[in-house]
């Protein structure tokens, strides 16, 4: 499989529910951050978690990292209509680009 | 809070024409990059560019491509010779240097939506 994999593709959930993401990649990783995208739009910084640190919260954001399991989490919680948008995982390899996921569409359902 | 700019937002082209995409990056940051997303794929990272020279390149970036610091504060990509798989979105990013907590963080343009027909 290719690298940075996000699972679900896609997630449906009502108002106020979590969502939980994954992601997974296969090298050795500097940091790794997660995206949001509106459609159509920008790409949006949302965290960054550091390869030796374990979990991080931000507002209603919750992210994990397994470097053991090279995976990572983004809990969203207690979601909004507005957090309707794609989401990436992105991780900086030891040089200096940042290596995507096919990322998660999340719909929340008012 | 300061914020990478792109223009155009969109751009629409015949093949074969050359494109320049522009880009202003954060002001004191000294990393910047290009992505491109095509319609329905992963966003892939093109180039990166330090201290006025190319430090990284994807197997996309060929001949075809090329970067561009031409003054304090613009950085543009330029596609010689459009073809109908550049149609994208192509995103410039920017940070400020190093590894230390809060400098590694790439900030992203809201993209130039490219079209080649």
């Known amino acids: 499989s290719q690298q940075g994999e996000e699972d679900p593709q896609a997630l449906s959930i009502q108002e106020g529910e979590n969502a939980t993401m994954n992601c997974s990649y296969k090298?050795?990783?500097?940091?790794l951050q997660w995206y949001r995208q509106n459609s159509g739009r920008g790409l949006v910084h949302l965290i960054l978690?550091?390869?030796?640190?374990r979990e991080k919260h931000s507002g209603r954001l919750r992210v994990t990292l397994d470097t053991s399991k090279k995976s990572s989490s983004l809990l969203i919680t207690a979601s909004r209509a507005a957090d309707t948008a794609s989401y990436f995982c992105?991780?900086?390899?030891?040089?200096?680009?940042?290596?995507f996921g096919a990322g998660t569409i999340l719909r929340v359902k008012s | 809070e300061p914020e990478v700019t792109q223009t155009p937002s969109h751009q629409v082209t015949q093949m074969g024409q050359e494109v320049i995409l522009r880009c202003v990056p954060i002001?004191?940051?000294?990393?910047f990059y290009w992505y491109r997303q095509i319609l329905g794929q992963k966003v892939e990272f093109l180039v990166s560019?330090?201290?006025?020279?190319?430090?990284?390149k994807s197997e996309i970036f060929d001949d075809q491509f090329s970067v561009e610091r031409p003054d304090g504060s613009n950085f543009t990509l330029k596609i010689r010779s459009t073809k109908l798989e550049d149609s994208a979105m192509y995103f410039c990013?920017?940070?400020?240097?190093?590894?230390?907590?809060?400098?590694?963080?790439?900030?992203f343009g809201p993209g130039t939506r490219l079209l080649v027909l």
């Open positions: 992105a991780h900086m390899e030891y040089g200096n680009k940042l290596v």
């Open positions: 990013a920017s940070r400020w240097t190093g590894f230390s907590v809060g400098q590694e963080t790439q900030y």
């Open positions: 978690i550091r390869s030796n640190e």
């Open positions: 002001s004191n940051h000294l990393y």
């Open positions: 560019f330090y201290n006025n020279e190319i430090s990284e």
């Open positions: 090298t050795s990783i500097n940091n």
